[in-house]
């Protein structure tokens, strides 16, 4: 089945900072990448998408840039803020999720 | 609409008990997905259905979790016995296409195995 691979694993920034998230996946018929977050106690839910005919998506301080090539896709968030701080999880092909990354945005 | 369904929100049970988790997808979504939440082990996919039919099912654990889909607008998700390992979070889902469209999760059930 499809492996998605995420790093890191947790990641720690000061406000204000940039924190940026990364997966690679071996399965080329992907065409779909979701990053999903899930605060504390509560349900995974989307941010952001991007299909492979695209290669860069923006929404506010939110950004997705895929390389199809390279088979990986990374989720960028400038202007950290503590409401920020969650568990964010990327998906592909057969929507398996990577491992998730626990971000902390310190004040 | 109101999301996904899932029932019971928290469930606590002794080991060896059956267990039955409830889904219900949002009406029109032709996919319904199991996922199973744990720290070690991230949130793993069990199985998952289209059109009421089970697609791949290679991430059940083991034969004592079993999953079935009678009619577009209800699962469950049994485990029978349950174990203390088998604690988690499991959640449902559902969207109108397996790649290529949001998956929207329920609450989740919380499960634990005493």
């Known amino acids: 089945g499809e492996n998605v691979e995420q790093h890191p694993s947790t990641l720690s920034v000061q406000e204000g900072d940039s924190a940026v998230i990364k997966c690679t996946y071996s399965?080329?018929?992907?065409?779909?990448f979701p990053w999903y977050k899930q605060e504390l106690g509560k349900r995974p839910q989307l941010i952001i998408d991007?299909?492979?005919?695209?290669g860069e998506k923006k929404d506010q301080r939110i950004a997705v840039t895929l390389n199809k090539t390279a088979k990986h896709f990374s989720l960028h968030i400038t202007e950290t803020q503590p409401e920020d701080s969650a568990v964010y999880f990327c998906?592909?092909?057969?929507?398996?999720f990577g491992a998730g990354t626990r971000l902390t945005v310190k004040p | 609409d109101a999301g996904v369904i899932q029932s019971p929100r928290h469930e606590v049970t002794e080991m060896g008990q059956e267990v039955t988790l409830r889904c219900k997808p949002i009406?029109?979504?032709?996919?319904l997905f199991w996922y199973r939440q744990t720290m070690m082990r991230g949130l793993e996919l069990l199985i998952y259905?289209?059109?009421?039919?089970?697609?791949?099912d290679s991430g059940m654990p083991e034969d004592r979790f079993s999953a079935k889909m009678p009619n577009a607008s209800f699962s469950t998700l049994k485990i029978q016995p349950s174990e203390p390992r088998d604690s988690a979070v499991y959640f449902c889902?559902?969207?109108?296409?397996?790649?290529?469209?949001?998956?929207?999760f329920g609450e989740g059930s919380w499960l634990t195995v005493v």
């Open positions: 399965d080329s018929a992907s065409n779909y």
């Open positions: 009406s029109g979504h032709d996919y």
């Open positions: 259905f289209n059109n009421n039919v089970p697609i791949d």
């Open positions: 991007i299909r492979s005919n695209v």
């Open positions: 889902a559902s969207s109108l296409v397996a790649s290529g469209n949001t998956i929207y």
């Open positions: 998906a592909a092909y057969d929507m398996r």
